[in-house]
């Protein structure tokens, strides 16, 4: 019961700053582009890999931190629900090089943030 607890908390804290990052890049972007939810990906991947790879090198939080933080606050300011319905939208809308330049930057920048946050840890840590 203590793990379910802990994500739902996580959950709520990452909702609502998901909700407050999307909030000011539409208001500073927006909302032509699927900029927020390109942003709150980007963002919630770098801090799983600088998360992740802390938690493997140098911290051993209980499994209810470690669940709070990677499946509620993390799993709920980052989407792929949101991306997907980005993606649908900018096709029904026949903007086929926004959906390709989209699809192909979230891929690429998600994953490279991830990488980037572990390689940060591992120059901290080593």
């Given at each position: 019961?203590?793990?379910?607890?802990?994500?739902?908390?996580?959950?709520?804290?990452?909702?609502?700053?998901?909700?407050?990052?999307?909030g000011i890049v539409?208001?500073?972007?927006?909302?032509?582009?699927?900029?927020?939810?390109?942003?709150?990906?980007?963002?919630?991947?770098?801090?799983?890999?600088?998360?992740?790879?802390?938690?493997?090198?140098?911290?051993?939080?209980?499994?209810?931190?470690?669940?709070?933080?990677?499946?509620?606050?993390?799993?709920?300011?980052?989407?792929f629900s949101a991306?997907?319905?980005?993606?649908?939208?900018?096709?029904?809308?026949?903007?086929?090089?926004?959906?390709?330049?989209?699809?192909?930057?979230?891929?690429?920048?998600?994953?490279?943030?991830?990488?980037?946050?572990?390689?940060?840890?591992?120059?901290?840590?080593?």
């Amino acid at each position: 019961m203590n793990l379910i607890i802990a994500v739902a908390v996580g959950g709520a804290i990452g909702a609502v700053g998901r909700y407050l990052v999307s909030g000011i890049v539409i208001q500073q972007m927006g909302t032509q582009f699927p900029w927020s939810t390109l942003t709150v990906n980007i963002v919630g991947s770098l801090l799983m890999g600088i998360l992740a790879e802390t938690m493997k090198l140098t911290w051993s939080p209980t499994p209810e931190i470690k669940a709070m933080l990677t499946v509620g606050i993390l799993g709920a300011f980052t989407t792929f629900s949101a991306f997907s319905l980005d993606v649908v939208g900018l096709f029904e809308r026949g903007e086929f090089v926004s959906l390709v330049s989209y699809t192909l930057l979230s891929f690429i920048s998600c994953v490279f943030a991830l990488v980037f946050g572990v390689l940060v840890v591992r120059m901290i840590f080593s």
